[in-house]
């Protein structure tokens, strides 16, 4: 203010005599001042606000400049192909000692939940900033033993999260893993113990039991957050978005994974029906 | 339509039937396959040239099972075996041996609290851990137990004529080279014994029980329509003071001879007078990558023309180390010890003799997961005999095993 005082008033001790004109016209204060509020405004205001006051196109955004604004897709998915069996337990011997609560039904199984819908070839994929890291007060996902299964028999989780095997089953499972992304061998423990492992790669990790055959598991390792399992009626959102081109993937483990190019714009939602 | 008309027809319909529901999620079947290189070094045998001797032996195992409702199961396992048939006995060179059904049984679960389950067929007999050490993939080790392996001198289908010709029967009855067994004509205390008969069993609390009443002994299994076979029991239990560990004693009694020795017998006896009894006791200790099982066998057999019973004491101790996800340490010591009986023999009279030869085992292997169906093993064993004549070998081998799902395989939905 004090340098607008000065000019307006010409109080600027030693000032050259070139402003006299602009002080011996009425206007000159005021076309000072506003070329100077111009210039303010140019210098300060947010890159495409000044690209919209000189008349270019831009996307108009209100949020600090780093982050776009994200889109959604949601829709339903359903199954109808025919899906392979999967392995069947062949209980031939009696477990000498405690067995499985005979009376609770068998793990009741709907391939709808064996189901992951995840997006490929994300432009942030190198961006960790957007993964997001489980806090100490989220809980960890687990994949139960129980009834000589594990639940949930598929589990997508993001890289660097450590997911608990607890075995609520009376008697001894050995949990394990051979897959390149991460092998394991959590040995034997009783029921009501737990054992943890904590994935660092992305990839897919397939777990087994060394005691009963059958048991498997199937773990997806993802590098970003865009993935989900639809709802038992198919239903499923993935959002936050950010703009851009993708192939989104269905992937059920014994089926062929389908796969569709997306565009998600800005602030929209893409709405799908997919057949698997 | 006649009857003999009929039954084609009803059984074609029942097979037709059966096919929709063998692809359905009630059934299920599994193959495991193995392979072995085994080479067996023995030296210090009298009347043999001391030397090694190189074996490959291929064997398949297929078990299917089919869940009826949620009560009843069927169940089915068939083997085969290149190299030697599973009674130990009668092995012929190049011949293989096929078991069309090894195992075919009906299972009907009460769902008790008792955990009551029935069975009735052609199963693997209830006496102590015998069972899963007769899968390859689930032998941390090559060979199985001396327990199951080792043929004796005593036979179902020979007697001997008194304590001196039972005594010969060792020094006449050399061994040759088999991997898992040797061309004695006696059998092991337990000869793959898949009895037929009817079957109790379950667990209530920390104690589990089963009792079998079957239709053939521990080392005489006898299929149904063989002559000979007398009804006989199996008994056994079990006590898991907590999950870690489980404690159990199995008993078992009952004739082991042949029909055909009848003629034989002294007179007024018949085979039923001659029984195999068996008291054991086996543990199982499994805690995060260390698992350690372990049996202990005594065992008696009467015999015809000996004046006293004879007993074998055996044992084994059985470790394992799961040194990381893919590869597992495994070691097992293994022991027979045989009764004396007083006889003479050559110029010594009245001399203590043990009846069959005292044999030890150590081996030590290394089992690699290549994949979580594909197991390869390598192991070295140490198997001393101590008896009429000593000998000692030094056996390595190498076996690859395989399981898979048999469905997958050939794409049955």
Same mark, same amino acid.
């Given at each position: 203010?004090?340098?607008?005082?000065?000019l307006?008033?010409?109080?600027? @001790?030693?000032?050259?005599?070139?402003l006299?004109w602009?002080?011996a016209?009425a206007l000159?204060?005021?076309?000072?001042?506003s070329? !100077?509020?111009v210039l303010?405004?140019?210098?300060?205001?947010?890159? *495409?606000?000044?690209?919209?006051?000189?008349?270019r196109?831009?996307?108009? @955004?209100?949020t600090?400049?780093?982050?776009?604004v994200?889109g959604?897709?949601?829709?339903t998915?359903?199954?109808? @192909?025919k899906?392979p069996?999967?392995?069947f337990p062949?209980?031939f011997?009696?477990?000498?000692?405690?067995t499985?609560?005979r009376?609770q039904?068998?793990?009741?199984v709907n391939?709808?939940e064996?189901?992951?819908i995840?997006?490929?070839?994300?432009?942030q994929?190198? *961006?960790?900033?957007?993964l997001?890291?489980?806090?100490s007060?989220?809980?960890?996902?687990?994949i139960?033993q129980?009834n000589e299964? !594990?639940?949930?028999?598929?589990?997508?989780?993001?890289?660097?999260?450590v997911?608990?095997?607890?075995?609520? *089953?009376? !008697?001894?499972h050995?949990?394990f893993?051979?897959?390149?992304?991460k092998?394991?061998d959590?040995?034997?423990?009783?029921?009501?113990?737990?054992?943890?492992?904590?994935?660092d790669r992305p990839g897919?990790v397939?777990?087994?039991?060394?005691?009963?055959?059958?048991?498997n598991?199937?773990?997806l390792?993802?590098?970003?957050p865009?993935?989900?399992?639809?709802?038992?009626?198919?239903?499923?959102?993935i *959002?936050?978005i950010p703009?851009?081109?993708y192939?989104l993937v269905?992937?059920h483990e014994?089926?062929?994974?389908f796969k569709?190019?997306v565009s998600?714009?800005?602030?929209t939602q893409l709405s799908?029906e997919l057949?698997l | 339509?006649?009857?003999?008309?009929?039954s084609?027809v009803?059984?074609?319909l029942?097979?037709n039937?059966l096919?929709?529901s063998?692809?359905?999620?009630?059934f299920g079947a599994?193959?495991?396959v193995?392979?072995t290189f085994?080479?067996?070094?023995?030296?210090g045998t009298?009347?043999l040239?001391?030397?090694s001797?190189w074996?490959?032996?291929?064997?398949?195992?297929?078990?299917?099972?089919?869940?009826?409702?949620?009560?009843?199961s069927l169940?089915?396992?068939?083997?085969?075996?290149?190299?030697?048939?599973?009674?130990?006995?009668?092995?012929l060179?190049g011949?293989?041996?096929g078991h069309p059904?090894l195992?075919?049984f009906?299972r &009907?679960?009460t769902k008790?609290?008792?955990?009551l389950?029935l069975?009735f067929g052609?199963f693997g007999?209830?006496?102590g851990h015998?069972?899963?050490?007769d899968?390859p993939?689930?032998?941390?080790?090559?060979?199985?137990?001396l327990l199951y392996t080792h043929?004796?001198?005593?036979r179902?289908?020979?007697?001997?004529l008194?304590? &001196?010709?039972l005594i010969?029967?060792?020094y006449y009855?050399?061994?040759t080279?088999y991997?898992y067994?040797?061309?004695?004509?006696g059998?092991?205390?337990?000869?793959?014994?898949y009895?037929?008969?009817v079957?109790?069993?379950?667990d209530w609390a920390?104690?589990?029980?089963r009792f079998a009443?079957?239709?053939?002994s521990?080392?005489?299994p006898?299929?149904?329509g063989?002559p000979?076979q007398?009804?006989q029991?199996i008994a056994g239990?079990?006590?898991?003071?907590?999950?870690?560990?489980?404690?159990?004693t199995s008993l078992?009694?009952?004739?082991?001879l042949?029909a055909?020795?009848?003629?034989s017998?002294?007179?007024g006896?018949?085979i039923n007078?001659?029984?195999?009894?068996?008291?054991?006791f086996?543990?199982?200790?499994?805690m995060n990558?260390?698992e350690?099982q372990?049996e202990?066998?005594f065992?008696?057999?009467?015999?015809?023309?000996?004046?006293?019973?004879?007993?074998?004491?055996?044992y084994?101790?059985?470790?394992?180390?799961?040194?990381n996800?893919?590869?597992?340490?495994?070691v097992?010591?293994d022991q027979l010890?045989?009764d004396?009986?007083t006889?003479y023999?050559?110029?010594?009279?009245?001399s203590?003799?043990?009846?069959?030869?005292?044999?030890?085992s150590?081996?030590v292997?290394?089992?690699?997961?290549i994949?979580?169906?594909?197991?390869?093993?390598?192991?070295?064993?140490?198997?001393?005999?101590?008896g009429?004549?000593?000998?000692?070998e030094?056996?390595?081998?190498m076996?690859?095993v395989?399981?898979?799902d048999v469905k997958?395989?050939f794409?049955i939905?």
């Amino acid at each position: 203010m004090g340098t607008l005082s000065a000019l307006t008033t010409g109080k600027n @001790s030693g000032s050259p005599p070139r402003l006299s004109w602009l002080k011996a016209s009425a206007l000159g204060p005021r076309v000072i001042l506003s070329g !100077f509020m111009v210039l303010q405004l140019l210098l300060f205001t947010p890159l *495409d606000f000044r690209f919209l006051l000189l008349g270019r196109e831009s996307v108009v @955004s209100l949020t600090p400049k780093d982050e776009p604004v994200k889109g959604t897709i949601k829709g339903t998915v359903r199954i109808e @192909s025919k899906i392979p069996s999967k392995s069947f337990p062949l209980n031939f011997y009696s477990r000498k000692g405690t067995t499985a609560n005979r009376n609770q039904p068998a793990v009741p199984v709907n391939e709808i939940e064996n189901v992951v819908i995840y997006l490929e070839e994300t432009v942030q994929a190198k *961006d960790k900033t957007l993964l997001m890291p489980q806090t100490s007060a989220e809980p960890q996902p687990a994949i139960r033993q129980i009834n000589e299964f !594990f639940s949930p028999h598929v589990l997508p989780i993001v890289v660097g999260t450590v997911v608990q095997f607890p075995n609520e *089953d009376p !008697f001894f499972h050995n949990v394990f893993s051979l897959s390149g992304t991460k092998s394991f061998d959590l040995g034997r423990y009783p029921k009501g113990h737990t054992r943890s492992v904590k994935f660092d790669r992305p990839g897919i990790v397939k777990v087994f039991c060394h005691i009963h055959s059958h048991m498997n598991a199937v773990i997806l390792v993802f590098d970003h957050p865009y993935f989900c399992v639809p709802l038992v009626n198919g239903n499923f959102v993935i *959002d936050h978005i950010p703009p851009g081109r993708y192939t989104l993937v269905v992937w059920h483990e014994r089926l062929k994974p389908f796969k569709q190019v997306v565009s998600i714009q800005p602030g929209t939602q893409l709405s799908l029906e997919l057949v698997l | 339509m006649s009857p003999s008309k009929t039954s084609p027809v009803v059984l074609l319909l029942f097979l037709n039937s059966l096919i929709p529901s063998l692809a359905s999620d009630r059934f299920g079947a599994e193959m495991i396959v193995d392979g072995t290189f085994f080479r067996v070094h023995q030296s210090g045998t009298p009347y043999l040239d001391s030397g090694s001797e190189w074996f490959f032996n291929g064997r398949g195992i297929l078990r299917a099972s089919f869940n009826i409702n949620s009560y009843l199961s069927l169940f089915y396992e068939g083997r085969y075996d290149q190299l030697e048939p599973l009674n130990h006995r009668n092995v012929l060179e190049g011949h293989g041996y096929g078991h069309p059904v090894l195992q075919g049984f009906l299972r &009907y679960s009460t769902k008790l609290p008792t955990g009551l389950t029935l069975q009735f067929g052609k199963f693997g007999s209830p006496f102590g851990h015998y069972l899963t050490e007769d899968y390859p993939n689930l032998n941390p080790l090559i060979t199985p137990p001396l327990l199951y392996t080792h043929a004796g001198t005593i036979r179902s289908d020979r007697i001997p004529l008194d304590a &001196y010709d039972l005594i010969r029967w060792q020094y006449y009855n050399p061994s040759t080279y088999y991997p898992y067994s040797r061309q004695y004509d006696g059998q092991p205390i337990l000869n793959y014994p898949y009895p037929t008969g009817v079957m109790a069993y379950g667990d209530w609390a920390k104690l589990d029980y089963r009792f079998a009443a079957v239709n053939s002994s521990l080392s005489n299994p006898l299929n149904l329509g063989n002559p000979g076979q007398r009804l006989q029991w199996i008994a056994g239990g079990g006590y898991s003071p907590f999950s870690r560990l489980r404690i159990g004693t199995s008993l078992a009694r009952g004739p082991y001879l042949d029909a055909s020795v009848q003629s034989s017998l002294p007179a007024g006896t018949s085979i039923n007078d001659y029984n195999q009894s068996a008291l054991g006791f086996d543990l199982q200790f499994s805690m995060n990558h260390l698992e350690i099982q372990s049996e202990l066998v005594f065992n008696s057999f009467q015999v015809p023309n000996i004046y006293k019973s004879l007993g074998t004491t055996g044992y084994y101790i059985q470790v394992k180390q799961t040194l990381n996800p893919r590869v597992y340490a495994a070691v097992r010591w293994d022991q027979l010890i045989s009764d004396h009986i007083t006889t003479y023999y050559y110029d010594h009279y009245n001399s203590s003799y043990r009846f069959d030869s005292n044999v030890n085992s150590l081996e030590v292997a290394l089992g690699i997961r290549i994949t979580e169906k594909m197991l390869l093993k390598t192991a070295y064993q140490y198997r001393p005999t101590e008896g009429i004549y000593s000998y000692r070998e030094n056996n390595v081998g190498m076996q690859l095993v395989y399981s898979f799902d048999v469905k997958k395989l050939f794409r049955i939905p």
